[in-house]
């Protein structure tokens, strides 16, 4: 399969306690995207990279979120300290040229 | 910023029959309309986008429509299937240098066999 992966697909936690998580883009892709999307809701954008460069941030993007893409490929998206309101399914996409955004199948965080 | 709305949020239509969702934005900027749907468990796939140097765009039986005078973009399906039954949503991005997608709210179409 050469689509966007994530990992992990779930994810429970306690209150208070850090997570992260991984999504690996189409090969070659040099934009990444990652959205928040919490129930019955369209996808919310919270950040985007060009190659390894983190170009936008969206006022979602607490202090308490931060992404990274090293090498331009790969991307995490940690949060620290999460809470119950960060229960959501995150998800990352990947472009060539910024138009036509493909969707991983997300990483679905429940915080109790 | 961007808004966009969407309508219907549910949309229920018998097998064969057209099904047509709607989508309004607000900001003239905005030039790159795609629409995904999404399935349970899955990511939002993208189905079909249009450009604003663009009127009409048709691929087998999707087809969308835009209307930048009254900034207000549609997806028409025509022959709905069982399997086309999920959650279809529109965006809206300005093509500037980031491309983020502002969507709408979701409508959840139904085909009944």
């Known amino acids: 399969d050469t689509g966007v992966s994530q990992d992990p697909r779930h994810k429970i936690t306690k209150r208070g306690q850090n997570v992260t998580f991984r999504c690996d883009p189409i090969s070659e892709h040099n934009r990444l995207y990652w959205y928040r999307q919490t129930l019955g809701q369209g996808p919310e954008f919270l950040t985007y990279?060009?190659?390894?460069?983190?170009?936008?941030k969206s006022r979602l993007l607490s202090d308490r979120f931060s992404a990274e893409r090293p090498k331009g490929s790969f991307s995490t998206l940690e949060i620290q300290r999460t809470e119950q309101g960060d229960s959501a399914m995150y998800l990352c996409a990947s472009s060539p040229t910024g138009d036509e955004q493909y969707f991983g199948p997300g990483t679905r965080l429940t915080v109790t | 910023g961007e808004n966009v709305e969407q309508h219907p949020s549910t949309l229920s239509v018998q097998e064969g029959d057209s099904a047509v969702i709607k989508c309004t934005y607000s900001?003239?900027?905005?030039?790159?309309f795609p629409w995904y749907k999404q399935e349970l468990g899955k990511g939002p796939q993208l189905i079909i986008d249009i450009r604003s140097n663009v009127g009409e765009k048709k691929d087998q039986r999707i087809a969308v429509t835009l209307n930048k005078t009254a900034k207000h973009f549609s997806l028409h399906i025509t022959e709905t299937q069982p399997e086309d039954s999920a959650v279809y949503f529109c965006a809206a991005s300005e093509v500037d240098s980031s491309y983020k997608l502002i969507f709408g709210s979701g409508t959840r179409l139904l085909v009944r066999p």
């Open positions: 900001d003239s900027a905005s030039n790159y």
């Open positions: 990279f060009q190659n390894e460069a983190q170009l936008e």
